[in-house]
DNA sequence: CACTTTCTATGACAGTTGTTATAGAAAAGA
DNA sequence: TCTTTTCTATAACAACTGTCATAGAAAGTG
């Protein structure tokens, strides 16, 4: 049978995604996710026989599903208010951690290891980050847009959030967020 | 005097810029900046006092710096101008560097040290990300647009722009950036 | 020349990293 | 019950981290 439903392993993905967001790649340790996890730090490579890399693949896939689902359950009500929820889950992040949280795709991404390169995670984030586009890109075709036209307004959008994070983070303000917000919601109603 | 003209001194600095942009803040190793600077390392705290945090700090100003010396540059020949010389630069960055290399002053945003917070790099970045945007805005502005609309703009410029390098890096292919480029400047033109 | 400032080489420190091996506990199936 | 599978504790490994102290070289100044 594959791994019977074991908590400890589902909370060492979910501490690991929170620390890819607020530390990044290179400062998140099996030590510190097992801690954090309230996990046994012994059995980490029982439950991941592939390592670290293994945990942060199925981290940044379990942060993808975990958004993808929000932003399904908001696209129902349209592509304007898919995109308004997209914007406020990340607002809410951001001003529910004082700023300190980021996006745990994002900490994959830009975080080459000095050895050699992950591309599993790589491929990873790289994969949520078109599942997000290709969510919202449907959407807005679906409201009218040319397809191309709405797949270039979809990548803006992430593009944007994810920036937008960024600043925010070095500010510590929510300002820059709520500029790209305005900006980006006056674009897609056109 | 002030410190004398010293190369080893730049040259570490510079190296630690390309450091963080590729590996990331806690990749960044003082073992690793100097000998990729071709740098004695055991001047290291020397030059440098403040330790890492320091050269973090001066690298992030000095990647700032010129970043905004283009930018200036191009900005000559009108906001238009100005835009396309920001996108063409960071998209030659990512061209150049088969997509391996992000930007320096995002590293720092979005990497909390475990034990501390590094409040004078996450401070030095912030107001390079300001200045950028100043710059952007203040030339928007000049070219007809309302300040706080520029304002906005501007930031919406700078966060698509950081966020399209986080995209493009994932999946190691400029069409992110060109998609972000197309929108941005579609909308700068209006 | 001597003298002072600037710079560099070397080694050490305490701590952390990813990973593995070994041994044993807990649980499940018969 | 016995047996097998699943899980955990502990220790160790080599390599790396930021930082510091000590010693000496190099360079500039008188």
Known sequence: MSPRHND??????????????RHGLNATSIREMAKRADAPLGSTYHHFPG????VVVEAVKFAGAQ??????????????????????MWRDVLLRSDFRLGCPV???AVEEPIDAVAEEAL???AAV????EGLLANALTNEGHEPESAAKLATLIVASVEGAIVLCR??????????VAERIE???GL
């Open 8 to 21: 400890a392993r589902q909370r060492v993905v979910a501490a690991t995604a929170e620390m890819l967001a």
């Open 51 to 54: 390592g670290k890399q293994q």
């Open 67 to 88: 958004v993808r689902a929000r932003l399904e359950h908001h696209l129902q009500a349209g592509a304007k208010a898919g995109l308004a929820g997209f914007l406020s």
């Open 106 to 108: 994002m900490a994959v």
């Open 123 to 125: 491929a990873a984030a």
């Open 129 to 132: 980050f078109a599942d997000w």
């Open 170 to 179: 070095a500010q510590r303000s929510i300002a820059p967020f709520d500029k």
């Open 186 to 188: 006056w674009a897609a």
